[in-house]
């Protein structure tokens, strides 16, 4: 897919995706995590429920991804819909205290999810490449953390406020409308546009099949501490004024550490960018288990909140380091990506159905999962370039 960036600047590009990612992943992902205390705390949702939940909208971004593998979207319309579209789904989230009407909603606003980091990825990343600014990458992916601390900040005042969930899911919508209203012409300027032709696509080689492998299981990994965190602070600290800050410190954390990333891809690879973040996030899995603080949780909150857009952002960056048509080994990663954490609230679930701790024996899991992962990745280290990459593949210098 070839991308032309005659107008648009690399500042310009960056916001729109920084814009397109706070508002389809920020609260179209991860809006619930911070709410499923508040709705708990109200008598509307059960922990049980609160899972089923999670994974309807874990299963909504499989299905994205991989109907975005079967037929790759425009980049730039996809992420534009898919932003009006969580905009719009929030907003009904508030309508209706009925359990089955949250599942559809909530798996409708994975599938817009997933588009939206499937084109954003596949057009920011490529058109800062060719404009010679792949360090701006960092912003783009910073709008995912920047979107998370918008809402958990809101959730923070709503709990010590004791502001009805509903409340806060209007604001919410209303919140992603204003950003799909102010981004729609400025994203979807001509010179921007990428064409309509797709590149023949081999099968996937064995690299990039350990790829998809490992980033799947990434996606296990994270996603209980990203699912229930705030929940698992509540059980130690009743006051929503304490365990609030949790998905704020998660948040900023994710922000920063994207526009650190990037800087750091100039002594990096993304490979061993993946593996460092990949290890520090194991910690951050272990801890709140390991001590039944409100620290450990803080704790980690930073570990994984300042490593799961680093992931992201080095995935995709070695997904076009290893492929001619990126876009469909993204999609494919971010279906492996789906599917594991499709698999954490079910396995949490589960746990919870049988008696045992929900959340202790599922956390090992998932650290095993990431520390595999890290072991996969390690022997090609050597074979790959120790030096910076680019937004298009290669491996000259970052420009500052």
């Known amino acids: 897919m070839e991308t032309r960036t005659d107008s648009l600047t690399a500042p310009s590009i960056a916001l729109l995706g920084l814009a397109a990612l706070a508002c389809a992943m920020g609260i179209g992902r991860f809006a619930f995590t911070p709410l499923m205390p508040l709705m ?59 359990v089955a009407l949250w599942l559809v909603l909530r798996f409708a606003a994975g599938i817009a999810s997933a588009y939206a980091l499937v084109g954003v990825s596949a057009w920011a990343l490529p058109a800062l490449g060719r404009l010679g600014r792949p360090a701006w990458s960092g912003w783009v992916f ?15 005042v709503a709990g010590t ?14 919140l992603g409308a204003v950003v799909s209203a102010l981004s729609w012409s400025p994203m979807g300027q001509p010179a921007a546009r990428v064409s309509a032709s797709v590149p023949s696509r081999e099968p996937f080689r064995p690299s990039e099949w350990r790829l998809i492998a490992c980033y799947g299981m990434f996606g296990f990994g994270y996603i209980i501490p ?3 965190l705030p929940a698992m602070a509540r059980q130690w600290v ?47 899995v272990l801890a709140p288990v390991l001590v039944h603080r409100i620290g450990s949780v803080l704790l980690g909150a ?15 960056l070695e997904a076009r380091r290893q492929a001619a048509s990126a876009g469909t080994l993204m999609a494919a990663m ?3 990506f789906a599917s594991g954490q499709l698999l954490g609230p079910l396995v949490v679930g589960i746990a919870a159905s049988q008696g045992h701790d929900s959340i202790a024996g599922p956390s090992w899991l998932a650290t095993a999962a990431l520390l595999v992962s890290a072991g996969m990745l390690m022997p090609e280290v050597a074979r790959t370039p120790a030096d910076r990459i680019d937004g298009a593949g290669a491996t000259p210098s970052l420009p500052r």
């Open 226 to 228: 990203a699912t229930f």
């Open 334 to 336: 971010t279906a492996a």
């Open 161 to 174: 406020a004791r502001v009805e969930p509903a409340t806060l899911w209007f604001i919410l919508g209303a």
């Open 302 to 316: 930073a570990c994984v909140g300042g490593t799961f857009m680093v992931i992201t952002l080095a995935g995709m």
């Open 40 to 98: 708990q705390a109200h008598g509307i949702l059960s922990f049980g429920q609160g899972t089923w939940l999670a994974s309807a909208n874990y299963a909504g971004y499989l299905v994205g991804a991989l109907a975005c593998i079967v037929r790759p979207p425009e980049p730039q319309q996809a992420a534009r819909i898919a932003m009006v579209a969580v905009a719009l789904l929030t907003l009904a989230m508030g309508l209706t205290v009925a």
């Open 142 to 156: 910073a709008g995912v953390g920047i979107g998370i601390t918008a809402v958990g900040a809101l959730g923070l």
């Open 238 to 284: 009743t006051d929503p004024g304490v365990f609030g800050w949790t998905w704020p410190v998660f948040g900023a954390v994710a922000a920063m550490s994207t526009v650190l990333a990037a800087r750091g891809l100039r002594r990096w690879s993304p490979r061993r960018l993946w593996i460092a973040a990949l290890l520090v996030m194991a910690v951050g």
